[in-house]
């Protein structure tokens, strides 16, 4: 093998919902994507795969912390199918392209350069907020049409009042141990 023609690469796929992981919803699609993507690369070298069950809009993101740490130590570059399966903060992704120590590739953009990544993000984030706009208005007209229904969890309130008796019984238990 030639290592001067061998790319390295850490794989980051992000799906927003438990349920989406649980399902593979989202991460078919992505895999599609980074096989295509790295079909087309001499001598690929996958160094890990890490998969993420966060929303994109969050900062605390532990997963996204480890594939850049990898990156920076195995000197490989991360691998995301599309910019909004990075993150989709702009304050995230300024931070992640500003660092010199860890290449950004989007398999999606192939030949993307950074100021590309950034205007990608933009969208993403643009995008985010409609999300929140679309399921906002959605609830409201669902209510609208159905005053009597109730959303969420029937028995949230029941289980809130358990698990502070749970609480509570555990810290008259331990109060001692201080």
Known sequence: MDNETTERFVILKRVSTSKQGQSG?????????????????????????????????????????????????????LLVSK????????????????????????ASLP???NFQIHLFGCLASQEKEFVSLRTKAALAAFKKKNP???????????????????ARRFAEEHSGLI
């Not at 895999?31 to 809009?57: C, H, M, T, W």
């Not at 910019?83 to 300024?94: F, H, K, N, P, Q």
């Open 148 to 166: 009597d229904k109730k959303l969420g969890n029937p028995k949230l309130s029941e289980m809130n009042k358990i698990r502070k008796n749970q």
């Open 83 to 106: 910019v909004d399966r990075l993150t989709r903060d702009l304050e995230t992704l300024a931070r992640i392209v500003k660092d010199k120590t860890v290449k950004i590739r989007i």
């Open 25 to 77: 919803l989202g991460l078919d699609a992505q895999q599609r994507d980074i096989d295509i993507f790295l079909a087309q690369i001499k001598n690929p070298v996958v160094v890990e795969e890490l998969i993420e069950v966060q929303s994109g809009g969050n900062n605390d993101r532990p997963i996204l912390e480890k594939a850049l740490q990898l990156c920076r130590k195995t000197k490989s570059q």
């Open 111 to 113: 030949n993307a350069d």
